[in-house]
């Protein structure tokens, strides 16, 4: 299974990054999250800040364009090999910056991919 970072993860239930948890965890994937607050989804903590994770094959961004530049860096130097970017989250500067680092840039919405089997 493909371990996954959500970033702008939340215990608001009524928010995409939350509804990607828990549909990341009923496919069987492994998670790790970040978010402005620390909380817990099912179980999985919600941590801030820029914590060391290893083994992340794929970033879900749920942080819009201008909230990003602070992670270019911690995303590259995780190595997912993609980020995938939902809607509201594009970003073609951080995904040029991705392409030049071997990560893999996706357009496209977490949820979406799992629930037709793409992910």
Do not use: W
């Not at 995409?16 to 948890?21: D, L, T």
């Not at 364009?65 to 594009?90: C, S």
């Not at 893999?104 to 089997?117: H, N, Q, R």
């Amino acid at each position: 299974m493909k371990k996954t970072l959500i970033l702008g993860a939340t215990e608001n239930r009524d928010r995409y990054a939350n509804r990607a948890a828990l549909s990341l965890l009923a496919h069987g994937h492994p998670i790790e999250m970040i978010g402005l607050r620390a909380g817990a989804v099912r179980g999985v903590p919600i941590q801030t800040g820029m914590p060391k994770l290893t083994d992340i094959d794929t970033v879900t961004m749920y942080v819009g364009a201008r909230n990003q530049t602070g992670y270019y860096d911690y995303l590259k130097q995780l190595k997912p090999r993609r980020v995938i970017f939902n809607p509201g989250a594009e970003n073609p500067e951080l995904e040029r910056e991705l392409k030049q680092a071997g990560i893999e840039p996706v357009d496209a919405c977490t949820l979406v991919m799992l629930s037709v089997g793409t992910y």
